[in-house]
């Protein structure tokens, strides 16, 4: 493929990180776009565009992708649209909202203006220390040397890696197959929550130390912890989903990707 230029939204997040180099490797020069617009040096007309910045703020900048002549626009969702829409945690259903508003935006507006867009839904994505998964579930480890499970666990995951993440977003930019299309990207093994958690102790080296713990004491520690700005975010409704399947189907994404994600086979460098 010639060298083409490609707009990205989101270049610091962690799929960002990825897919910099992947984006260069594969013949793209990669234009980054900020809050303050796009380099000085970027072409006036840049057809293709990756979004991995969270999607609620992609309509902000809607105006600029159309003067730039933006034709096709890949964007990065979640797969929490659908996990999260129904749960008893309100913080959870006003994501489960804003992806989906995001996703209804972004289809209405390019349809509006024939441009041709590409939603990717990731599950549970981890790797580099940096996501807000795997990483915390590490960090809590490391510090207590033991992890609380709420009941037996066995809730499936599919825990996809960032790396993985990025190759399908270099794949649906070219892809015709992907056309107006969204996909689930989940990840190449289907494991229990409580094997998931398993694996992050033998990685980190750390004798398996799994307590199980009654729902009333969860919600106990859960106010204690979320007084730290890091687990803000946590909530009783995540310890609930240890014991919920949420598995989804990426063979629409390996036959029009060539999707073809990792086993959950976790590295150093992956939860440092």
Not at 105 to 117: F, P
Not at 178 to 188: E, I, K
Not at 207 to 228: E, I, K, M, Q, S
Request: glycine residues 8%; hydrophobic residues 45%; charged residues 20%.
């Amino acid at each position: 493929m010639a060298e083409q230029g490609v707009g990205l939204l989101g270049a610091s997040s962690l799929v960002g990180e990825c897919l910099l180099p992947q984006l260069s490797r594969a013949g793209w020069t990669v234009h980054v776009c900020t809050r303050r617009g796009l380099p000085a040096d970027s072409p006036p007309v840049l057809a293709h565009w990756i979004c991995v910045a969270p999607l609620w703020v992609l309509p902000e900048y809607f105006s600029l992708l159309l003067a730039r002549g933006a034709r096709r626009v890949v964007v990065l969702s979640s797969t929490s649209i659908f996990t999260k829409a129904d749960s008893p945690d309100a913080g959870e259903q006003v994501v489960a909202a804003r992806l989906r508003g995001g996703e209804q935006q972004l289809q209405s507006w390019a349809e509006a203006h024939g441009l041709t867009w590409v939603i990717l839904r990731p599950t549970l994505i981890y790797g580099r220390g940096r996501d807000k998964n795997i990483s915390e579930v590490a960090r809590l480890i490391r510090r207590w040397g033991f992890f609380p499970l709420l009941g037996p666990a066995t809730g499936l995951r599919q825990p996809v890696h960032a790396e993985d993440v990025a190759q399908a977003c270099v794949a649906a930019l070219t892809s015709g197959a992907a056309d107006n299309q969204a996909y689930a990207l989940s990840g190449g093994e289907t494991l229990t929550y409580r094997e998931m958690v398993t694996r992050i102790f033998s990685t980190l080296g750390k004798p398996l130390r799994l307590v199980t713990v009654p729902l009333g004491l969860f919600r106990l520690a859960l106010t204690a912890l979320r007084r730290l700005p890091r687990y803000r975010h946590w909530s009783v409704a995540m310890a609930q989903r240890m014991g919920e399947d949420l598995v989804f189907d990426h063979a629409p994404a390996r036959h029009d990707l060539n999707f073809t994600p990792r086993p959950f086979v976790l590295s150093e460098g992956d939860l440092s």
